[in-house]
């Protein structure tokens, strides 16, 4: 029996194709060419992996075609397939059970045996010509959409060249063609290993004191305290708590005003619903946790769903330095910090995530995915996780954890000392105690036994870069004693409980805690100074 027959009986069990194509009864040699037949003109259209339904009863069930035949997947129990995200979620989430395939979308004539059009202009899905600007820009120009539908790093005609290091010199550009490179190709004894610590979404009474603890009384070898960065997404945020981190010296970034709950908006968002969400974002900020020193340059979206060119436009639009959403997949060595005026140094890592394919004056502070593995020299391969919270499958013990961060810091250490990210969502820490014993115990010991080690924030990296000094050289680096050791009293305690309301969240009651003036109503992306109108 071949292994498409086997494919296809084993989805006739599970109920998926009809009763018509793939009879119950015993299997004769005519209904294995009919078989055959069939998985052929079912998978004339598909891509190459893609996921389809062929009924629409259950579901949680899905096919695709393989060489070896049609292979079937079940989601668990309680989850259901979303046919354009090509995954399990849960079932609430999937608004496409009642379709068979992901959408199709019209491909522009892009390469033919013979050119379609003049110069500089290119083909739509129907054979009109269009001016080869239009294409991928953002905005609908072919009568069939075809324009905007071939748009990725590989495909889009207008996409950012690949790096050229005769053009691309710091302090102004860095790009790369080998993970091996190192900013002005120093030596990796020469080069610091910089640890960034962040925390994304709210800061509030929930988790200040987790910060105290982690932060206070630490320092690196230039005998400044340990650093790290926020990023801040707004709802339930204490500014008041802001303003004094900030006051510590540790770096404030944007995650966001609403922190919306659908992926698919951070990854199809306009220009403008960026800029409402990260410029907004940094607006509030700077108004009421009083941060007048320009220093709110970064941005990390919500569930690490990149915007594409439209995120980019915007923070290019505005003055921000940097993005930390990006992440590449697990690979030794691991990645430096780039900038997008040339084309990314990766693949576009991650499930239908629309990545940046044009050239931006933004730095990218690449999220090197961590190994999760206790024993990377002997156990087989597993993929990569960003957030450190996303590496383990259930609580890990102590020892699991600290041989987590010491796996990951040796393979950043003893490589090319590309930085070090750790990056959490507090919770992760704050509701084990045992893990955040563990983790203290890791950076008291890592500071300790390595003088060549810093704790810094994400913007301390990008200034390292430009201008690189030797290890030896660190103590007395400029750059990185701004604030370097912050004494004196909060600028205020406790600060003032505002109550809020804004006819953008009807119905809801919000409370704003801020040691500058309580606004008229609640900040939010229409009125982020909370002014009342908009």
């Known amino acids: 029996m071949t292994r498409l027959r086997v494919a296809v009986l084993s989805l006739a069990l599970l ?33 190459p992996g893609e996921w389809f339904r062929l009924a629409v009863r259950d579901c949680r069930d899905v096919i695709q075609c393989t060489e070896a035949g049609l292979q079937a997947l079940r989601c668990p129990h309680g989850l259901a397939f979303d046919l354009e995200l090509q995954t399990c979620d849960w079932k609430a989430n999937v608004k496409n059970c009642a379709d068979k395939q992901k959408t199709r979308k019209v491909k522009p004539l892009l390469n033919t045996v013979e050119p379609l059009c003049q110069e500089n202009f290119l083909a739509c899905g129907d054979s009109t010509c269009m001016d080869r600007t239009l294409f991928c ?44 490179e190192i900013p002005h190709k120093m030596q990796p ?53 802001v303003q004094e981190i900030h006051r510590l010296g540790h770096e404030i970034a944007v995650h966001s005003i609403s922190h919306n709950d659908s992926e698919s908006f951070w990854s199809n968002a306009s220009t403008d619903e960026w800029e409402r969400e990260m410029a907004g974002g940094r607006v509030i900020a700077e108004r009421f946790a009083n ?31 940097y993005d930390s959403t990006i992440s590449v997949p697990l690979q ?10 040339y084309r990314m140094p990766h693949p576009c890592h991650g499930n239908s995530q629309n990545c940046p394919t044009r050239s931006f004056a933004v730095w ?31 609580k890990p013990t102590g020892d699991q954890f600290y041989q987590f961060l010491q796996n990951n810091f040796d393979r950043h250490y003893l490589t090319n000392r590309a930085p070090l990210g750790l990056y959490f969502h507090s919770a992760f820490l704050k509701n084990n105690p045992e893990i955040l014993d563990v983790f203290l115990y890791w950076l008291d010991e890592t500071l300790q036994s390595n003088k060549d080690v810093y704790f810094v924030t994400m913007t301390q990296v ?24 912050p004494a004196g009293a909060p600028f205020c305690y406790g600060g003032t409980n505002c109550e809020l309301s804004t006819d953008e969240l009807p119905s809801e009651t919000i409370r704003l805690n801020t040691c500058m003036r309580c606004p008229n109503k609640y900040p939010w992306l229409k009125d982020p100074l909370g002014e009342g109108y908009f």
Not at 138 to 153: H, L, M, Q, V
Not at 462 to 479: G, H, K, R, S, T
Request: overall charge negative; proline content about 7%.
């Open 189 to 241: 004894s020469n080069v610091p290993q910089m640890i960034t610590i962040t925390f994304d979404d709210a800061i509030n009474n929930n988790n200040m004191d987790l910060y105290q603890q982690i932060f206070e009384g630490r320092y690196n070898p230039n005998s400044c305290t340990v650093k790290s960065t926020f990023f801040v997404s707004h709802k339930y945020t204490n500014y008041s708590a």
């Open 364 to 394: 990218e502070m690449v999220m090197n995915e961590m190994d999760r593995r206790e024993e990377p020299t002997i156990q087989e391969e597993l993929p990569g996780c960003a957030m450190v919270d996303s590496c383990f499958s259930s």
């Open 137 to 180: 820009d953002g905005k609908n120009d072919c009568s069939d959409g075809s324009d905007e539908n071939a748009c990725d790093i590989l495909n889009d005609p207008n996409s950012a060249p690949p790096c050229n290091p005769e053009e691309c010199t710091l302090p102004d550009c860095f790009c790369y063609n080998s993970p091996n």
């Open 15 to 47: 109920g998926i194709v009809a009763g018509d194509v793939v009879k119950r009864q015993a299997v004769s040699e005519n209904t294995e060419e009919e078989a055959e037949a069939f998985a052929k003109a079912l998978c004339l259209d598909k891509g």
């Open 462 to 485: 990008i200034q390292w870069i430009q201008d690189p000094v030797a290890i030896n050289q660190l103590q007395n680096y400029e750059p990185w004693k701004e604030k370097c050791d």
């Open 291 to 321: 941060i007048t020193d320009s220093s709110v340059i970064g941005v990390r979206a919500p569930y690490l769903r990149v915007g594409g060119n439209n995120q980019f436009r915007m923070m290019e639009k505005n003055a921000f330095l």
């Open 332 to 341: 030794n060595p691991p990645l430096w910090p780039y900038t997008l005026y």
